[in-house]
C-alpha cells in the first residue's frame, strides 16, 4: 500500500470514528491546490537538464498551509498528496495555527554542486511564487533540503514580494531563524517519548534504544566551498542524529543506529558524540570503531524497547513487522509503519507514538520562527525550548484523551484528534452540505 492510500485509509477510519459526514469527509480528503511545474536548469557543464517540481496544498481552514519541500529522486504526486494531507492532520494535532502542504522535486541532489542545487531551487521559486506566502502557504526543509535551500529560496521570493522573512521557516539564524530549530523535531522525539514511557511509569535512563537515522545528501563536489559543504551537510538525519544525542545526554542507552552507509551495534550503548563526530568527518557511519558493524537490513528488528525509524517510509512493513522486538515504536520518520504492519504490532502489544504526534516538533518550532519573524522579535533558545516540551507534552495528552473517548489506539488518537480540529474550522468557516 503506498503512501497516499495508507494514510486516506487512517483519514477515512478517524472520519468513521468521529461520524462525520460524508459530503464533509470528502471535502476534507480532496487537496485545496495541486502544482505541477517544470523545472530546466543550466548544469556547470553547459547541459540542460529539466526537473519536475511538486506543491500539494492541501487544506487552509485552520491558517496558512504548511510543510517541508524535499528533494529526492522518488518524489511523485502520490508521496506529495499524502504528506500535504499528514501536515493537515499534524498542524492540528500539534494545535498551531496552520494547514497542511508539501512540496518536492525529482531529483537525487546528491549527484548536484552547490550551484547546480542553487539553481534548481530559485527556478522552483520563480514558479510557484505567486502561490506562496506569509499568509498563504510557509515552506520548509525537508529531506535534501536544508536552511541554505530556505535561504535562497527567500531570496528569490523577495525578488518579488519584497524582503519576507516568514515566508519560509526552518532558515539560517542571521537570516531570521529561530533559535533551537536545528533540534526541534529530534527534541521534539525525546519530550513526546518521555511522555508515553511516563504512562507507563518509565523515564529514559536506562532504557535500550534503536534509531534508524538519514544520511543521504553528499554535494557531488564536496571541495567547492567548506562552508557551503557545511550548509549543505547540516539537516540530513538530523532528525535521527539530534534524538540520539538528546536521548543519550537524558541517560538512554542507543544500543544501535544505521545510515545508508552502515549500521554499528554495542549492546553496552553507543558513544554518540563520538560516533557523529565520526559521520560528520566521514559522510556517514561505516567504519566507527565504537561498536560492531551490522548489516542495516536487521536493525529494525534488533532487541530492544525503543525503535526510532527515523528516516525513510514505509520501512516498517508486513515482512518484517513479526521480526520486530521493540517494546514502543515512535515514528520519527513520515509514515514508516505501513497499515498491515500496524496491525501485526498491535496484535504483539507494541506501542506506536505515530508521526503525525511524534514528529511535530519540527512544525512546531517553524511555527515559533514565523511568530518571530512578523513580531520582529527574537526569542533566546531556552524559550523556544520550554514552549516546544509543553506543546508537545499537551499534544500527547490531547491524543490520549481522544483514544479514551474513541477506544481506539495511539495512531486513531492523533487521527481523530487531527480530522475532529480540521472538521471543526471547516464548518466554522462557513462549510455548507
Not at 97 to 107: E, L, S, T, V
Not at 412 to 417: I, K
Amino acid at each position: 500500500m503506498n503512501a497516499l492510500a495508507a494514510t486516506s485509509r487512517n483519514f477515512k477510519q478517524a472520519a468513521k470514528l468521529l461520524g462525520l459526514d460524508s459530503k464533509l469527509e470528502k471535502s476534507l480528503l480532496i487537496p485545496f491546490r495541486e502544482i505541477k511545474v517544470e523545472c530546466t536548469i543550466p548544469k556547470d557543464d553547459g547541459t540542460l537538464a529539466s526537473y519536475v517540481g511538486f506543491r500539494v496544498q492541501h487544506d487552509n481552514a485552520r491558517g496558512p498551509m504548511k510543510g517541508g519541500i524535499r528533494y529526492h529522486h522518488e518524489v511523485d504526486p502520490d508521496e506529495v498528496n499524502a504528506l500535504a494531507q499528514l501536515m493537515t492532520w499534524k498542524t492540528a494535532v500539534a494545535n498551531i495555527p496552520y494547514g497542511g502542504a508539501k512540496g518536492g522535486i525529482g531529483c537525487s541532489p546528491g549527484e548536484l554542486s552547490i550551484s547546480e542545487l542553487e539553481r534548481l531551487t530559485r527556478v522552483f521559486t520563480q514558479k510557484i511564487h505567486d502561490l506562496i506566502g506569509i499568509h498563504t502557504d510557509v515552506p520548509a526543509p525537508d529531506m535534501g533540503t536544508n536552511s541554505q535551500t530556505m535561504a535562497w529560496i527567500l531570496d528569490e521570493y523577495s525578488k518579488f514580494h519584497g524582503y519576507s522573512p516568514a515566508v519560509v521557516t526552518g532558515k539560517p539564524v542571521d537570516l531570521g531563524g529561530s533559535l533551537g530549530r536545528d533540534a526541534a523535531t529530534g527534541r521534539g522525539v525525546l519530550f513526546a517519548t518521555e511522555a508515553l514511557l511516563a504512562e507507563h511509569g518509565k523515564g529514559i535512563a536506562g532504557q535500550r534504544f534503536v534509531i534508524q537515522i538519514l544520511f543521504d545528501f553528499f554535494p557531488k563536489k564536496p571541495n567547492d566551498d567548506p562552508c557551503m559543504l557545511c550548509l549543505a551537510f547540516q539537516g540530513f538525519g538530523n532528525v535521527g542524529s539530534w534524538a540520539a544525542q538528546l536521548i543519550s545526554e537524558a541517560g538512554g542507552k542507543v544500543i544501535a543506529i544505521s545510515d545508508v552507509t552502515g549500521a554499528v551495534k554495542n549492546s553496552n550503548g553507543l558513544d554518540i558524540t563520538k560516533l557523529m563526530k565520526h559521520s560528520s568527518e566521514n559522510r556517514g557511519i561505516k567504519g566507527f570503531d565504537g561498536g560492531d558493524a551490522i548489516d542495516p537490513r536487521s536493525l529494525l528488528t534488533e532487541e530492544c524497547d525503543v525503535l526510532i525509524p527515523a528516516a525513510l517510509g514505509g520501512v516498517i512493513n508486513k515482512d518484517n513487522a513479526n521480526d520486530i522486538k521493540a517494546k514502543y515504536i515512535i515514528e520519527a520518520a513520515n509514515h514508516p509503519t505501513d497499515p498491515e504492519a500496524d496491525e501485526i504490532l498491535s496484535k504483539k502489544g507494541v506501542l506506536i507514538l505515530p508521526d503525525i504526534l511524534a514528529n511535530s516538533g519540527g512544525v512546531t518550532v517553524s511555527y515559533f520562527e514565523w511568530v518571530q519573524n512578523i513580531q520582529g522579535f527574537m526569542w533566546d533558545e531556552e524559550k523556544v525550548n520550554t514552549e516546544l516540551k509543553t506543546y508537545m507534552t499537551r499534544g500527547f495528552r490531547d491524543v490520549k484523551e481522544m483514544c479514551r473517548s474513541h477506544h481506539c489506539d495511539l495512531r486513531m488518537g492523533a487521527f481523530t484528534l487531527g480530522v475532529n480540529r480540521v472538521a471543526r474550522a471547516t464548518v466554522l468557516r462557513g462549510w455548507e452540505a
